[in-house]
């Protein structure tokens, strides 16, 4: 597990937390932003908001992304004065999200995360890495000043 916290000239903050791709180490990312929430003083509503899009991206990769079950997850927060990115990132199996139309009977247990994601943030992004390996998942969450 490694970590990197830093901050610009504009005051935004970075942190950058790289866990195992197990689900008990989804925590610690709780927790990391948890503590940058306080930075900027967020709701609590809309900091549990962020925890549960949180976990559903980083439950994704663990899930999906390495079958043999060895692997890593990078999670990256950055605040912004007007919002916080999240982007959370493995280089696992690659990851085809539904569309964004797809019929609510297609949907099957377990796959509602991504639909979660998108009620949560005010910006989603979801892409493959190179060659069909990996997946990027970064979310935006505008904050009001």
Do not use: W
Not at 46 to 73: I, M, Q, W
Not at 118 to 141: F, M, P, W, Y
């Amino acid at each position: 597990m490694t970590g990197g916290f830093e901050v610009d000239e504009n005051g935004a903050h970075a942190i950058r937390l790289t866990i195992p791709a197990k689900a008990e180490y989804i925590m610690l990312g709780r927790l990391a932003l948890a503590g940058l929430s306080r930075l900027r003083g967020l709701p609590q509503e809309t900091v549990a908001d962020l925890k549960l899009a949180l976990t559903e991206a980083c439950s994704n990769s663990v899930r999906h992304a390495y079958p043999n079950g060895e692997g890593v997850v990078e999670i990256v927060y950055d605040l912004q004065p007007d919002r916080l990115v999240i982007e959370v990132t493995d280089i696992g199996e690659g990851f085809e999200p539904r569309r964004r139309d797809a019929d609510a009977d297609e949907l099957s247990e377990g796959g509602l995360g991504i639909a979660i994601i998108r009620a949560i943030a005010d910006e989603l992004e979801i892409k493959s890495g190179v060659d069909g390996r990996g997946a990027r998942l970064r979310l935006v969450k505008r904050l009001d000043d």
